[in-house]
């Protein structure tokens, strides 16, 4: 369960269903209850597990707030408590406005078309602009209207898209070309998605500027184009409901109290931001001539055992790199970065994994095994069947059945991994086979628009 604390569940022994249970009434009945309910995003700097511990920025806020919440009250039985429920971003807001959750916990951007279904609490302190982020090698716009006509890629359900098409029906009252507006998978996040112009994989994006400007300070080849911004001005804060008056007056009250200096560049930077891996980038030049020459295996392999070419290609470079010369400390060799001794196990029955061609074939029919063998239940659809057998090969299926097992007792769908098996897995192995899912994904992701860009596979 995803608490700060334990909450008095006293009128049902679930506590997650407690928790689900919807719910939209104003904070004196959430007193009552001793329970406030936080939905947050499952990401690498909002909300995640680290040891089995909930950790991440919104955490750490929410947990200030409980304290806010509690000042006075000395007696642990009445005290209240602040459950942490992950969503994935695009049921933040059909979730709070559902009663499945009390507070959005995400640093939301007030706009117009958000405002007319909840109540901000931001401090109203900072704000922040939506700034154009390029790679270093497309000529920027020389002002807003040079934004007519170019593609820019966003996510699906954000601020940024919102005032993209703001800005395109202006353009059109003025005649101007319209921006081809592109939306990402819904998986990604918006740093990933500065990930992918750094890579060279999109052109051009858009992202508040304290993001835009702290991942500048890594990502070598994006460029932060300040003069260039879609919308400036915004608040960020948390939402509520707009039948919770009482609660966001209260969380208004608690923002002003935590946010005295820089919220977002003191606490962001100092403490989550500087210890972010970053991803590898899979559009270097070498990357590019690896993947090309190994391509052919990966789609023999694919078609062989069923996969998506560029979904193996994606698991071989966060193994290896596409390196058949890569040795890990435990053993493994090659692209697939596999035992030897799992290679020539019976269920694969390849004993010489040295060359790239059998390792590719090791690695695919392992994979096969895993996902046939421990997840053809019909009930798994066929991408969470590849997150899972991933998980497996990077933890082994013995694991996963107890990450399962541990995501149905926290009222968790124990058939889907992002965004449930994988939060249950952070309890149980840490955050090694969540990043290593994660990055396959963002890979797989990645080869997949550059080839959807690029259909002739010119830019590979």
């Known amino acids: 369960m995803f608490a700060a604390g334990t909450p008095a569940f006293s009128d049902t022994a679930n506590p997650i269903a407690f928790l689900e249970k919807p719910f939209s009434e104003d904070l004196p009945k959430m007193k009552q209850r001793r329970t406030v309910r936080a939905l947050v995003v499952y990401g690498p700097t909002d909300f995640f597990f680290d040891k089995g511990k909930p950790s991440g920025i919104q955490v750490d806020l929410l947990r200030e707030y409980e304290k806010f919440l509690n000042k006075g009250i000395k007696r642990e039985a009445e005290k209240i408590h602040v459950a942490f429920l992950p969503v994935p971003f695009g049921r933040l807001i059909p979730d709070l406005l559902a009663g499945k959750g009390d507070i959005a916990a995400h640093f939301l951007t007030e706009t117009d078309e958000r405002k007319q279904k909840l109540l901000f609490a931001s401090g109203r302190k900072t704000t922040v602009d939506e700034l154009v982020v390029t790679h270093k090698d497309q000529a920027p716009p020389e002002d807003i209207d040079g934004l007519a006509g170019k593609t820019v890629y966003v996510l699906p359900h954000s601020s940024y898209l919102e005032h993209l098409r703001k800005l395109n029906a202006d353009f059109k009252s003025r005649g101007l070309k319209l921006i081809d507006i592109q939306t990402v998978d819904s998986q990604l996040s918006s740093e990933n998605v500065l990930e992918m112009v750094n890579a060279g994989i999109i052109g051009m994006t858009v992202i508040d500027d304290y993001k835009a400007r702290l991942w500048a300070k890594v990502l070598p080849d994006i460029r932060v184009q ?47 931001y500087k210890s972010t891996r970053w991803i590898k980038n899979p559009g270097r030049e070498q990357a590019r001539k690896k993947f090309v020459h190994l391509l052919e295996l990966f789609e023999k392999y694919g078609d062989k055992y069923g996969f998506d070419a560029l979904a193996l290609a994606a698991q071989g470079y966060q193994e290896s790199e596409l390196d058949q010369q890569r040795k890990s400390h435990r053993g493994a060799v090659g692209i697939m970065q ?34 046939d063998r421990y997840f053809s239940d019909p009930a798994i659809k066929p991408d969470d069947r590849m997150a899972f057998a991933w998980a497996a090969y990077n933890a082994g299926p013995a694991k996963v059945r107890k990450m399962r097992a541990k995501a149905k007792a926290m009222g968790l769908n124990p058939n889907v991994w992002f965004g449930n098996v994988e939060i249950a897995a952070g309890k149980i192995v840490g955050r090694e086979t969540v990043r290593y899912v994660a990055n396959i994904y963002k890979y797989y992701a990645a080869y997949k628009l550059l080839v959807e860009l690029h259909p002739d596979k010119s830019i590979l």
């Open 226 to 272: 300040e003069n260039l911004a879609v919308s400036r001005g915004n608040y960020l804060g948390w939402a509520v409901r707009k039948s919770n008056p009482l609660l966001a007056d209260d969380l208004r009250k608690f923002w002003k109290k935590v946010q005295k200096g820089s919220l977002l560049g003191n606490m962001l930077i100092k403490r989550y």
């Open 338 to 371: 596999l035992l030897p001794s799992t290679a020539a196990d019976k269920n694969v029955g390849i004993r010489d994994i040295s060359t790239e061609e059998n390792n590719i074939h090791a690695g695919a029919k392992y994979m096969a095994f895993l996902r």
